[in-house]
């Protein structure tokens, strides 16, 4: 949703959002028997269509698909299983009024859902699982999500350690922006996101929720995605996670206060609705002091 609710952002909206208060959204669908909340829910099509519809229609600007979960433990899948899953409902989504992501780390995925329409690549590894991805966005001029991660979806959760997990998740984008850059990708086609569950103790995660202002240091839009995520279970005794959407919505404003524009979230309409009682204080607030 950009604070201009009437309308859906443009991409360039999207790529210029830090800094103007506009707020994106991007809602995830993910196709997929094992995801951590939505596992199986939309492997059927026309389950998966009716879902990105109703996101639509919440307010999603963006929305994220994906074929192949990522959560702690989790198999891979392989880039023809994946295109399986997607290819019949790309062609339906990407009719929708919202741009469409493709959440994937494999370049052969990615470039099957741009020619069906996607718009977005979302690469949770950061083109380090796949080469060819820098190559592809840079050859499409495709906007590109860089993701931090630590280590890889199997084993992430193990131990993770740090000692300034702010600073090091910013020296890697700042590392993963540039070689990026070095293939050819735009600097200014480029979203970061700190990775909120990939290879981080509860710990961690508030950190880099309350340490988006440092990351707004590399000049790119900052993505947040905690959507009822398992820190969130831990602080509010929630263990499952379809009852973390209050959680979800104070991650999401504690990260736009900081200025994080982009918020990847399952439930699209409770988010928006409070960002946009955020938007309208911080607003209001902006008025009073120019009187
Ligand atoms: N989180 C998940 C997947 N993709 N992409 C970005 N950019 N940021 C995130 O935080 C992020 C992401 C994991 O959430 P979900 O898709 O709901 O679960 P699963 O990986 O189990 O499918």
Redesign the pocket.
Known sequence: MCYERAMSCSIDDILNSRGTGRTVLMG?L?M?P??????GKFLDPAAAIAQAEAMVSDGADII?V?AE???PG?DRVSADEQIQRLREILQAITQLDAHVSI?ATSAKVAEFALDAGASII?D?SAGRDDPEMFALAARRGTPL?L?HMLGEPKTMQESPEYEDVVAEVKAFLAKRIAAAVDAGVSRDRIIV?P????GKLLEHNLALLGGVPELLDLSRPV?I?P??KRFIGEIAGRSEPTDRIFGTIAACLAAWRGGATIF?V?DVGAVSDALAVAEAIAQAGKHVETA
């Open positions: 995830v993910n997929t094992d995801s951590f909340s939505d596992g994220d994906g979960s990522t959560q989790s959440d979302n949770i999500v993701m996101d990775g909120i569950g990939f993505l995605g959507s009822r990847r399952h």
